[in-house]
Structures are given as structure tokens and as C-alpha cells.
């Protein structure tokens, strides 16, 4: 079974839309963290919410996270055609001190012009 | 400067035979991960290494892959004796002290065995 799974596995809107990318996990989390990746690159980290936060925001983003319902949300506002990548959601998977840190399938983001 | 470097970036090898991909963090390095994605699919977890041994691996990391930072600088994924399933993109990963579980990726080793 998988710890993190991502909905939906594509996503398509025009630029200046707002995008929502949802994260489901299965086990109990000391914190969520979602990535974005460029066309096979490196994982570039975007934000960390920890289990007992509900929300966070950086910059365009906001994450939000709910615990009873293991799952968490990625919101990017005003969406930029840079914003065309892939996004994942990562999570402890209730390991401690980072010893595992478990990736869901990603959701791919196209931002159309 | 990148946090984690790797090499090879491209990696070509003939089935059976033994590989070695490279990652070279800069200091303050604690927790070290390789990861590999095949070709559009999800980021899989293989192996963590803290204090200079395996802390988790996944039932991916059987028998044919080993880890080791033999220098403290340098971190090696080992592939004894590859075979065709292992062609993937291999990335290496770490945490630095006093940035919680926030990983940094280097820029990934793309592994084609034929």
C-alpha cells in the first residue's frame, strides 16, 4: 500500500487560476512536506507543516493539513506558466528522526498560457 | 553552489555488471537517502543512512545494492550485479542539521543497463 498518494495525476489551467493538489496518506505523521520537480530534476523542497499545525502559508502557497482525515492540500495562487511541474507529498510516515521519509505518485501541474 | 552534488549524471552499463553512483554533500550533512524514479512514476524510497549506518531501507534494497560513505565526505550506492529493472533515474538526498526533515536532492544519476 502506498503512504502517500496525490489527486488528482494531472492537472491543466490556464495561467492566473488557482491550482489545489491533494495528498491522502495512510499512517500517522510527525509532518507533511509537498516538492516540485521539473522534468526529471532534483526535488526541490517547497514547504514543511507539522502535525499539529492545520495551515501554512509561504509565499503563493498554502498548505493545510487534517489529521483525522490524513490528508493534506497544496494551493498555488495565480499560477505562472513556471509553475508547470510536478508536485509531491512526502511524509515521515510516523518514523522518527527522519529515518524514512516516503513519497506519494505526484501530481503533474501544466500551466496553459 | 548545489547542497548535493552527484555523478555520473548519466550512468550506461551492461546487465550483470557492478555500478557505483557517487553524492557529495556539502558539511552539516546528518541523515543521507537514495531514492530512484523510473521514467514518469513516483519517487521510491531504497535506503537512509545516519551515524554511518543503514537506518531504513526499503524491500527494494535487497542483496544487490550496499551503501557506505567511506571517506565522510562521499556517499555510494553500490549495484552489484545490475539488471534491466534497475534502469532508473537514482537520486541522492540528505537533511542538514537544523533543518528538520527537509531534504535537499542532488541532481540525480539517470542508470540505463542493457
Known amino acids: 500500500s502506498q503512504q502517500g498518494e496525490e489527486d488528482p495525476q494531472a492537472l491543466s489551467i490556464q495561467e492566473g487560476e488557482n491550482a489545489t493538489m491533494n495528498c491522502s496518506y495512510k499512517?500517522?505523521?510527525?509532518?507533511l512536506q509537498w516538492y516540485r520537480q521539473n522534468s526529471g530534476r532534483g526535488l526541490v523542497h517547497l514547504i514543511l507543516?507539522?502535525?499539529?499545525?492545520r495551515e501554512k502559508h509561504s509565499g503563493r502557497l498554502r498548505v493545510t493539513l487534517d489529521t483525522s482525515k490524513k490528508s493534506s492540500s497544496l494551493l498555488i495562487t495565480a499560477s505562472r506558466a513556471a509553475d508547470t511541474a510536478s508536485y509531491f507529498c512526502?511524509?515521515?510516515?510516523?518514523?522518527?528522526?527522519?529515518?524514512?521519509?516516503?513519497f506519494g505518485s505526484g501530481t503533474r501541474l501544466s500551466i496553459r498560457p | 553552489e548545489p547542497e548535493v552534488t552527484q555523478t555520473p549524471s548519466h550512468q550506461v552499463t551492461q546487465m550483470g555488471q557492478e555500478v557505483i553512483l557517487r553524492c557529495v554533500p556539502i558539511s552539516n550533512h546528518l541523515y543521507f537517502y537514495w531514492y530512484r524514479q523510473i521514467l514518469g512514476q513516483k519517487v521510491e524510497f531504497l535506503v537512509s543512512?545516519?551515524?554511518?549506518?543503514?537506518?531504513?531501507k526499503s524491500e527494494i534494497f535487497d542483496d544487490q545494492f550496499s551503501v557506505e560513505r567511506p571517506d565522510g565526505s562521499n556517499f555510494t550506492l553500490k549495484i552489484r550485479s545490475t539488471k534491466l529493472e534497475d534502469s532508473a533515474m537514482y537520486f541522492c538526498?540528505?537533511?542538514?542539521?537544523?533543518?528538520?526533515?527537509?531534504?535537499?536532492f542532488g541532481s540525480g544519476t539517470q542508470l540505463s543497463v542493457l
Open positions: 543512512f545516519y551515524n554511518n549506518e543503514i537506518s531504513e
Open positions: 499512517t500517522s505523521i510527525n509532518n
Open positions: 507543516i507539522r502535525s499539529n499545525e
Open positions: 512526502a511524509t515521515d510516515a510516523g518514523y522518527s528522526s527522519a529515518s524514512k521519509i516516503i
Open positions: 538526498a540528505t537533511v542538514k542539521i537544523a533543518t528538520n526533515e527537509k531534504l535537499f
